[in-house]
């Protein structure tokens, strides 16, 4: 069976408290389970991992080159300006998709620039919890 990383950034630990206008009321644990599930029927084993410490996500990025098939990445605010999550990326030869629940292209100027779009396969956003799926249906055809 194939593995793949879901890895999300700063305060996604805060979904469903946090800018419920934006990011819903379900919270970080149950979307976290939902992503895991929803793998699962994909024929994935999925883990979710979840940090508000850069470095921490660097290290595991650098893991994910052996430990997993691909990844699915919401950075958060660090998607806009962490080229070292952008190198990290880069080094490792998994695929990445990024995904954003909220549409960032619809939101303040500054999230319309992601500097880890060139390295990641592709972006998904503004569909939610949906995005996370839909990043790995994206992973499923590229595996």
């Known amino acids: 069976m194939k593995k793949i990383l879901v890895l999300l950034g700063p305060n996604l630990n805060m979904v469903g408290i946090r800018e419920k206008g934006v990011y ?16 699962a029927e994909q024929g994935f084993e ?5 940090s508000n410490h850069e470095g921490d996500l660097i290290d595991k990025i650098h893991e994910s080159r052996l430990a997993f098939d691909g990844a699915v990445i919401n950075a ?10 952008r190198d990290a990326i880069a080094a490792v030869s998994i695929p990445y998709v990024e995904v954003h629940m909220s549409n960032i292209h619809a939101r303040e100027e500054f999230r319309h620039t992601s500097v880890i779009a060139p390295v990641c396969v592709g972006q998904i956003a503004g569909f ?9 249906e ?5 595996l």
């Open 46 to 50: 999925a883990e979710v991992y979840q």
């Open 76 to 85: 958060g605010a660090l998607t806009h300006y962490s080229y070292a999550l």
């Open 138 to 142: 994206a992973l499923k055809a590229l």
């Open 128 to 136: 939610g919890k949906q995005s996370y799926f839909l990043g790995v």
């Open 24 to 39: 819903g009321t379900e919270t970080a644990a149950t979307i976290s389970s939902d992503i895991i599930a929803y793998a």
